[in-house]
């Protein structure tokens, strides 16, 4: 094995056991919905994402959920075969490097649907236990995404008076996500910004 492939591996797994320390501590350390201000800008939040990003599913029930791991693996490992791909064909180190962070991304929340409704008690109203005597909070491949960085920049206050919509704090950024969807969407903003270096014509 030559130091590049040796390099990214180190690099995801580097990537990934750091979203999953982030999320063991948050999962040990606090109850669903738990809220600790480090400054009023960013704030750490505890939730669980059933779903995609943002909360998005493909319908209720263990079937969909089920459905949604799957697909997760699915796409995970042709990304996985195309960053080997890029290897073999000697593409430039950002173009590994970008495929690295999406491939990380996605490996740090396919462990929490994979695992964590197993490993994990429940965390609604108190702080979860790990491996509990009793069984997790569901089953395989039934786990819940870890969210926990919040960044609510400001505040805007809409005046009653506007139609629908009046009467409301409107909180500027409100997801929550964690280190894995950072680290997908770092490799998407690589690949708008550097797409002719990613994928050079000349290979």
Known sequence: MNK????????????????????????????LGEEYVIFDWF??????????????????????????????????????????????????????????????GAIGNIIDSIFYGVIFSSSEGKVATFLPEEG????????????ML???LFKVYIPEDVPLIGGVNFIF????????????TIGVIMIVLFYKKIFPKNL
Not at 8 to 31: E, G, R, S
């Open 4 to 31: 590049k492939p040796a390099f990214i591996i180190i690099f995801i797994f580097l990537l990934v056991a750091l979203d999953q320390m982030l999320k063991f501590y948050i999962k040990l350390n606090y109850y």
């Open 43 to 104: 704030r750490i939040h505890f939730t669980e994402n059933e779903g995609m990003a943002l909360g998005f599913t493909f319908g209720e029930g263990a079937w969909a959920k089920i459905l949604l791991t799957l697909l997760r693996i699915c796409a995970v490992s042709c990304l996985i075969w195309y960053l080997w791909y890029c290897f073999k064909k000697k593409y430039p180190s950002i173009t590994l490097i970008t495929f690295s962070f999406i491939v990380a």
């Open 136 to 147: 997790g909070y569901s089953s395989f491949l039934l786990g819940n995404v870890v969210d």
């Open 150 to 152: 919040y960044f609510p």
């Open 173 to 184: 950024f409100q997801p929550i996500f964690n280190l894995a969807d950072s680290y997908v």
